[in-house]
C-alpha cells in the first residue's frame, strides 16, 4: 500500500460499473458415526471470506486519456501522476475561469500526483475567444503558455469588454510584464504558426459548452468548480487505487479476545471488541487495520457531545473500502452511554471501513449502527480530539 502526502500514490483511472457478488462455499465436517451427545456445539464451518458485496471499481483508461495529447494540448504535471484532469476551455468564458482558478490551487495542493490537460472549446458567442487564443499561443511559442494562460483568465474583467480590434494591442501591452518579447509576441501573434494551431481549435466550436472537466474518468465533472468541491474528488479519485476487489478474508475466532489500541495525536485509546455479538463489524475492522488501511487517517468528523468518526483515507467522509457489509444488530446493544465504537453507513447494510465513536448516549442511533466494540480505557485522548486530527494507526492483540 504505496503513500503519499496523507495516504497515497498511484492510481488506476477511468471507470466503470462491474458488480461482483461473492458466493460463499462452507467446508463441511464428515458425517459423524453417531448422534453427538445432547448439548454438544457443532463445530461452524468458517468461511474463507467473509460475506460482503464489491462495489464498482476504477479501471485502467490511461490510453483514452492520452489520446487527448497531441501537438495541440498543453499539459502540466508530471507524466505519472495518478489524477488526470482533462479541462476543455475557453479563456472568454466566466465559468471557465471559475474553473481555472480551482484547478491551479489542485495543483498547487498536489503537485505530484495531479496532470492537467488542456484543449480548447471555443464558445461560438464570444467574439474575443480566437483572440484570446493567439495570445496564448504566441506565448506557448516562447514558453510561457502557462503564464499567458493563468494570465488571461486572472485577467477576464480587465479585457472582456474590449472591442475586438482593442485587443491585439492590448495583449502586446501585457506581454513583457509576462518576461516574453515583446516584438517576438507581436509577430508570432499574427503569424502562420499561431493561425494554423487557432484554426485547429476552432474546428471544434460550438458542439457544447465550454468548461468541460473530466477526472480520471470517462464521465464529465457535474459538480462544484471551486477548491473545496474539486479537492474532494482528486482525495476521492486517489483512494480508488488502495481499494479492495475481493472480501476481506475470515480470520475471527469468536472465542477469542480482541483488544485494539486506537493511537491517534492526542493519545491512545484501548477498545474491546465484541466478536460474539458483531461479528463482521470485528473480523473486518481487524482486517482493516492489519491491512495499514487505517494509519493516518484523519478524523473527518468530531462533534462535542455526539461522536468522533473516522475510517475514510481520503478525509471527505465519502470514502469506502471497495465493498459492503451486512448491518448487525446483537439484542442488548444500546447507543446507552459513552465510549461505544459503530460502524458508520449511509443505510441498511452499507458498512465499509467507517466508524465513530460515542461521546454521550446517543438513543437516536439505535438499531441502525452496528456496535461491535467499547472504549476502556483513553476516553480524555478522544475527547480532545478535532476535525483533523489524526488516526495515526491501530494495533490489534488476540487474546
Known amino acids: 500500500m504505496k503513500k503519499y502526502g496523507f495516504r497515497f500514490e498511484g492510481l488506476k483511472v477511468g471507470r466503470f460499473f462491474v458488480f461482483c457478488f461473492l458466493l460463499f462455499m462452507f467446508s463441511s465436517c464428515a458425517p459423524p458415526t453417531a448422534a453427538p451427545p445432547a448439548n454438544t456445539p457443532i463445530p461452524t464451518p468458517t468461511p474463507e471470506f467473509m460475506p460482503c458485496t464489491i462495489l464498482p471499481y476504477a479501471t485502467d483508461v490511461t490510453e483514452t486519456m492520452s489520446a487527448f495529447i497531441d501537438e495541440y494540448a498543453h499539459v502540466a504535471g508530471p507524466e505519472?501522476?495518478?489524477?488526470?484532469?482533462?479541462?476543455?476551455?475557453?479563456?472568454?468564458?466566466?465559468?471557465?475561469?471559475?474553473?481555472?482558478?480551482?484547478?491551479?490551487?489542485?495543483?498547487?495542493?498536489?503537485?505530484?500526483?495531479?496532470?492537467?490537460?488542456?484543449?480548447?472549446?471555443?464558445?461560438?458567442?464570444?467574439?474575443?475567444?480566437?483572440?484570446?487564443?493567439?495570445?496564448?499561443?504566441?506565448?506557448?511559442?516562447?514558453?510561457?503558455?502557462?503564464?499567458?494562460?493563468?494570465?488571461?483568465?486572472?485577467?477576464?474583467?480587465?479585457?472582456?469588454?474590449?472591442?475586438?480590434?482593442?485587443?491585439?494591442?492590448?495583449?502586446?501591452?501585457?506581454?513583457?510584464?509576462?518576461?516574453?518579447?515583446?516584438?517576438?509576441?507581436?509577430?508570432?501573434?499574427?503569424?502562420?504558426?499561431?493561425?494554423?494551431?487557432?484554426?485547429?481549435?476552432?474546428?471544434?466550436?460550438?458542439?457544447?459548452?465550454?468548461?468541460?472537466?473530466?477526472?480520471?474518468?470517462?464521465?464529465?465533472?457535474?459538480?462544484?468548480?471551486?477548491?473545496?468541491?474539486?479537492?474532494?474528488?482528486?482525495?476521492?479519485?486517489?483512494?480508488?487505487?488502495?481499494?479492495?476487489?475481493?472480501?476481506?478474508?475470515?480470520?475471527?475466532?469468536?472465542?477469542?479476545?480482541?483488544?485494539?489500541?486506537?493511537?491517534?495525536?492526542?493519545?491512545?485509546?484501548?477498545?474491546?471488541?465484541?466478536?460474539?455479538?458483531?461479528?463482521?463489524?470485528?473480523?473486518n475492522f481487524v482486517f482493516l487495520a492489519q491491512a495499514g488501511w487505517y494509519d493516518n487517517i484523519p478524523f473527518h468528523r468530531v462533534e462535542a457531545g455526539f461522536v468522533a468518526q473516522s475510517g475514510d483515507p481520503s478525509g471527505t467522509g465519502y470514502g469506502n473500502p471497495g465493498y459492503y457489509f451486512t448491518t448487525e444488530a446483537a439484542q442488548g446493544l444500546a447507543f446507552d452511554r459513552a465510549g461505544l465504537a459503530a460502524m458508520s453507513n449511509t443505510g441498511t447494510d452499507t458498512n465499509g471501513s467507517q466508524f465513530f465513536i460515542t461521546y454521550a448516549p446517543a438513543p437516536q442511533l439505535d438499531g441502525q449502527f452496528t456496535i461491535f466494540g467499547e472504549v476502556l480505557t483513553g476516553m480524555d485522548a478522544l475527547e480532545g480530539l478535532s476535525t483533523g486530527d489524526l488516526l495515526l494507526s491501530v494495533t490489534v492483540e488476540e487474546r
Not at 102 to 130: H, K, T
Not at 196 to 202: E, P
Request: aromatic letters at 10%; glycine letters at 6%; one cysteine or more.
Open 80 to 283: 505519472e501522476a495518478p489524477v488526470t484532469l482533462l479541462v476543455f476551455t475557453d479563456f472568454q468564458c466566466p465559468g471557465c475561469a471559475v474553473l481555472a482558478e480551482g484547478l491551479s490551487q489542485v495543483q498547487d495542493a498536489y503537485p505530484d500526483n495531479v496532470r492537467l490537460i488542456v484543449r480548447y472549446l471555443p464558445d461560438v458567442p464570444f467574439d474575443r475567444s480566437a483572440l484570446a487564443i493567439q495570445a496564448a499561443e504566441a506565448a506557448h511559442l516562447q514558453g510561457k503558455f502557462w503564464e499567458m494562460h493563468d494570465f488571461l483568465f486572472t485577467k477576464q474583467p480587465e479585457w472582456y469588454g474590449l472591442a475586438p480590434t482593442d485587443f491585439p494591442a492590448w495583449a502586446g501591452e501585457q506581454a513583457a510584464g509576462l518576461g516574453l518579447d515583446a516584438d517576438q509576441f507581436e509577430a508570432d501573434f499574427s503569424g502562420e504558426v499561431v493561425a494554423g494551431r487557432v484554426q485547429q481549435a476552432l474546428q471544434s466550436a460550438g458542439s457544447v459548452s465550454p468548461p468541460l472537466l473530466y477526472i480520471n474518468s470517462n464521465t464529465p465533472y457535474s459538480g462544484l468548480a471551486n477548491f473545496s468541491s474539486l479537492d474532494q474528488m482528486v482525495r476521492l479519485a486517489l483512494l480508488e487505487d488502495i481499494k479492495f476487489h475481493t472480501c476481506p478474508s475470515w480470520s475471527l475466532s469468536p472465542t477469542r479476545q480482541y483488544i485494539v489500541t486506537l493511537h491517534t495525536d492526542r493519545g491512545d485509546a484501548v477498545l474491546q471488541l465484541y466478536p460474539e455479538k458483531a461479528p463482521l463489524a470485528v473480523n
